[in-house]
Antibody, heavy 115, light 113 residues
Framework: QVQLVESGGGLVKPGGSLRLSCAASGFTFSDYYMSWIRQAPGKGLEWVSYISSSGSTIYYADSVKGRFTISRDNAKNSLYLQMNSLRAEDTAVYYC????????WGRGTLVTVSS | QSVLTQPPSVSAAPGQKVTISCSGSSSNIGNNYVSWYQQLPGTAPKLLIYENNKRPSGIPDRFSGSKSGTSATLGITGLQTGDEADYYCGTWDSSLSVPTNWVFGGGTKLTVL
């Protein structure tokens, strides 16, 4: 069925790195722009990053610019988020979502940044 | 502080109607489509409204959206206890007339009394 499944979350120390993955199925992944969106515990939604269908256009929120890198592999129907120099304030559930309207969301993967 | 402003909470009785506002500026709502999302407790958000007033397949017509100038509104009629959730508006925000950042409102918690 049509779905997105995130993986790769976990506990990491401040300053550490983590790579999230999002596996897409049930639709033509290469036709769609994609995004990462996060939600800190008890807080609202925060858009993180966006990548065009070919990967040629990428945007980042100011809060992650220079630390996070979004990428995709259309042959593997997969979206990625490389997160470096992690901070406590990056602690959140990270969702991948199908753009432009975010009409399809994964269940999310929890990233906890703590010493 | 969110770029888009929503009331923190709204409430109404079952069967009644409620509206949730989303206020922005010319760099976001004023020049871009608005979407609305419903997040039930413990679940991922779900798209309710896109392009200001369109409903995805499967979303009942009890949910409606509108936009005027730099504000948007989500309306829910015939409230049900299952509508208790957090609701978020969202849209592109443009820098130098190019939409480069997606922004969400702070979210509104709907309580069905």
């Amino acid at each position: 069925q049509v779905q997105l499944v995130e993986s790769g979350g976990g506990l990491v120390k401040p300053g550490g790195s983590l790579r999230l993955s999002c596996a897409a199925s049930g639709f033509t992944f290469s036709d769609y722009y994609m995004s990462w969106i996060r939600q800190a515990p008890g807080k609202g939604l925060e858009w993180v990053s966006y990548i065009s269908s070919s990967g040629s256009t990428i945007y980042y929120a100011d809060s992650v610019k220079g630390r996070f890198t979004i990428s995709r592999d259309n042959a593997k129907n997969s979206l990625y988020l490389q997160m470096n120099s992690l901070r406590a304030e990056d602690t959140a559930v990270y969702y991948c979502a199908r753009a432009d309207d975010f009409d399809l969301w994964g269940r999310g993967t929890l990233v906890t940044v703590s010493s | 502080q969110s770029v888009l402003t929503q009331p923190p909470s709204v409430s109404a009785a079952p069967g009644q109607k409620v509206t949730i506002s989303c206020s922005g500026s010319s760099s976001n709502i004023g020049n871009n489509y608005v979407s609305w999302y419903q997040q039930l407790p413990g679940t991922a958000p779900k798209l309710l409204i896109y392009e200001n007033n369109k409903r995805p397949s499967g979303i009942p017509d009890r949910f409606s959206g509108s936009k005027s100038g730099t504000s948007a509104t989500l309306g829910i009629t015939g409230l049900q206890t299952g509508d208790e959730a957090d609701y978020y508006c969202g849209t592109w925000d443009s820098s130098l007339s190019v939409p480069t950042n997606w922004v969400f409102g702070g979210g509104t918690k709907l309580t069905v009394l």
